[in-house]
């Protein structure tokens, strides 16, 4: 990471620039450790490293190089914001730092301690002044996708200029109609922010960007279904989490050319483990970078993950906007529609996951399933349970990790993950 | 015929099984203290191994300290389950108390992994609680588990964690109960902590106690009155993680 030619900006962004010098020394060399280290890895994946590696500096000047031409840029933290009309406003999407134990401490003043490890580190980040991307915002939006996150955003609003969308807990007629509602309500809020209309013309063209991101990652999907495993499931994580920092056009092309190369060595029938590897889907909690410490456990134990079930994976993936409306109204319904089918654990009843878990587990060959949740996550917590009982009846394993973003489980996870290599072997 | 080692480093103590393919001939035992290597070291003097498998904590210190040509690791998981598997072939269940954590394993036949359970990252309900409160009973570890028999009414603890539990036994105390019958409550603790993490991988019989927990008496008789079935306790139920690696190493062939 660099760490010294970005820090005008850093300062002008008002980051704790001591502490975000040591935050990036400590990525350099945890990413250097799980990432760089892997043999075998595809010659793409230099793109996903050097984005990485400017995470915090390049991508973070073009934010400032779009704000000065008069672009707003819109800071996010959950798959439920429709990205298609914040880019039809002509605005930048960002996912927001979400993955790191940082101003924990801070954090506790604003948060019950028992406060899963993802809602603590957003606010951690803000108020330890160490997130470039909260920094550079005009507009933070919230969801109230679990209990945690609706509280922690009447808190987050004090420090950043924020908005709620409430996305309902069922899937019914009703329901449909509050989340049209909200979804109106983002795009009257993103023509207020930038002035700009968000016309039919516009919307196409963003849902067609975003859709072009999402076909990339589904191929992407698609090729790890060959055995050996094409590409590890750390870069293939990596690949998901940058998906919400990267601008979309040039991160879809950049995938697609990853694709081609790994299409040219499944038809080698090329991989980063031998063939027979055992093969494990994780599912569950979504894992924000640099949040890799359970990917990298597993495939240290010589195991392969060839699928995330996960808000950073399919479940930001799996479904299109549909193409076809031609009216603006049309547009906003395939996007309530598609928006809608998320399978996320928050809606209640949510029999949609325990299916795509099935199906990515025949999918994928996967020989087992990883499932993450992180503590204090009630609603992914619960649906362990419902999950490892839908499995079972296929005869498919399940390991339940409950962990949070600390390293002192690590040694117990190791036993427990390796166990259960051992187990499906 | 070759020489198979089975070693297994846990937290508190270190055991090593020799096992020739036929049977075992000889087991050791030491504590792990802080240099668990020099502590493996000394146990293996004198001993020349075809083979060794290590297991438990400390398998990956073992791993490529040379002390053997031929070294591999298996989790203490797969252990206690080929350890079981040899030592009670009936047993569907096993559990093992340990200095520092606690397994529930569901067997097939032949010592093959159905599903485990194990604690995560608080030592509660372990040896190391047990050898806690008995120092603050200032009474020996070995004989904790009788001291505990002789009380009359078992009393709630209700806390699972050591600092908790050493509080709620203070005010008992404090209060004038009967230092047998704290004991015993504590020890119930533990059973009742252990018995829900053997219903969660389903609990079928026999269930073989192992570890360094089923040496005392106490908890073997409440754990036996809570599940109502007789455990199959081995004779040395330490040994059993040590058995097991020994057990894979024969089969692995040198």
Same mark, same amino acid.
């Given at each position: ?12 962004? =008002? ?9 990036? /020394? ?135 200029p924020l908005e709620v969308l409430e996305v309902p807990q069922r899937k019914t007629a009703a329901d449909r109609l509050l989340w049209k ?18 016309? /039919? ?132 319904? /395939? ?14 009843? =949510? ?75 | ?15 090593? @099984? ?43 210190? @073992? ?23 040899a030592l009670c072939p009936e047993a569907r269940t096993v559990l093992d108390v340990g200095g520092q954590d606690t397994k529930a394993i ?14 995560? #990252? ?78 969660? @991988? ?48 024969? #089969?692995?062939? @040198?």
């Open positions: 990471m660099t760490t010294n030619a970005h820090q005008a900006m850093w300062e002008q962004l =008002n980051l704790d620039i001591p502490a975000h010098d040591g935050l990036l /020394a400590v990525l350099g060399k945890f990413y250097g450790d799980i990432y760089l280290s892997q043999s075998g890895r595809l010659k793409g994946m230099e793109y996903l490293d050097f984005v990485l590696s400017e995470v915090h500096g390049l991508r973070i000047k073009e934010l400032q190089d779009a704000k000065a031409s008069g672009r707003k840029i819109v800071g996010t933290f959950c798959v439920f914001v429709p990205e298609e009309l914040t880019l039809a406003a002509d605005a930048v999407h960002v996912g927001l730092c979400s993955g790191a134990e940082a101003g924990f401490a801070e954090a506790e003043q604003l948060v019950p301690r028992n406060t899963c490890a993802l809602i603590k580190s957003f606010i951690g980040f803000k108020l330890a002044r160490l997130c470039p991307f909260t920094e550079s915002c005009d507009l933070v939006i919230g969801e109230t996708t679990c209990d945690g996150k609706k509280k922690a955003y009447e808190a987050f609003a004090e420090h950043v509602s909200e979804v109106l309500r983002y795009k009257q809020l993103l023509e207020e922010l930038t002035g700009n209309q968000i016309t /039919a013309e516009k919307l196409q063209a963003a849902i067609q960007t975003v859709n072009a991101k999402r076909r990339a990652l589904q191929r992407l999907n698609a090729l790890r279904q060959a055995d050996p495993a094409p590409i590890s499931g750390r870069d293939a994580l990596l690949i998901n989490q940058v998906a919400f920092y990267d601008d979309p056009i040039r991160f879809t092309a950049s995938i697609n050319a990853l694709c081609d190369q790994i299409g040219e060595r499944v038809g080698k029938k090329e991989g980063v483990a031998p063939a027979g590897t055992p093969r494990l889907l994780l599912s569950g909690c979504p894992m924000a970078v640099p949040n890799w410490k359970l990917p990298y456990i597993v495939e240290s134990s010589g195991a392969v993950i060839v699928g995330e079930e996960s808000c950073i994976g399919s479940r930001n993936t799996r479904d299109l906007v549909s193409e076809e409306a031609a009216t603006l109204d049309e547009m906003i319904d /395939a996007l309530v529609d598609r928006y809608l089918k998320i399978d996320c654990a928050c809606f209640t009843p =949510n029999q949609e996951r325990q299916d795509n878990v099935r199906a990515m587990v025949k999918d994928l060959q996967a020989d087992g399933v990883i499932h993450y949740s992180l503590l204090f996550c009630q609603p992914y917590e619960y649906e362990a349970i419902k999950i490892e009982k839908t499995l079972s009846q296929d005869g498919t394993p399940m390991l339940s990790i409950a962990t949070d973003y600390s390293m002192e489980d690590v040694e117990q996870l190791k036993t427990r993950v390796e166990a259960f290599v051992e187990m499906i072997k | 015929m070759p020489l198979v080692g089975g070693l297994d480093v846990g937290s508190r103590s270190i055991e090593l @099984v020799l096992h020739d393919g036929d049977r075992v001939v000889d087991q050791r035992k030491t504590a792990t203290t802080f240099d668990p290597l020099r502590q493996a070291r000394a146990l293996l003097a004198g001993v020349r191994l075809d083979r060794l498998v290590a297991t438990g904590y400390g398998r990956g210190l @073992v791993e490529n300290a040379g002390l053997c040509a031929a070294v591999e690791t298996i989790t203490e998981i797969k252990a206690y389950g080929l350890g079981a598997a569901a067997l097939a036949a032949g010592g093959k992994i159905l599903k485990f359970e194990m604690n995560d #990252r608080c030592a509660a309900g372990t040896g190391k609680f047990l050898e806690h409160l008995a120092t603050v009973f200032q009474i020996p570890l070995a004989e904790f588990g009788a001291y505990a028999l002789e009380g009359k009414e078992q009393l709630t603890i209700n806390s699972m964690c050591t600092v908790f539990a050493e509080t709620e036994a203070v005010s008992l105390m404090a209060r004038g109960r009967d230092p047998h019958d704290i004991a015993l409550g504590l020890h119930a603790s533990i059973v009742k902590r252990t018995t829900a993490m053997l219903a969660r @991988v389903g609990l079928a019989s026999p269930v073989l106690f192992a570890g360094g927990v089923a040496n005392n008496p106490c908890v073997v008789r409440l754990l036996a009155a809570a599940l109502g079935t007789p455990l199959c306790i081995p004779e040395q139920p330490e040994m059993v993680g040590a058995h097991g690696a020994a057990v894979h190493g024969c #089969r692995t062939g @040198v």
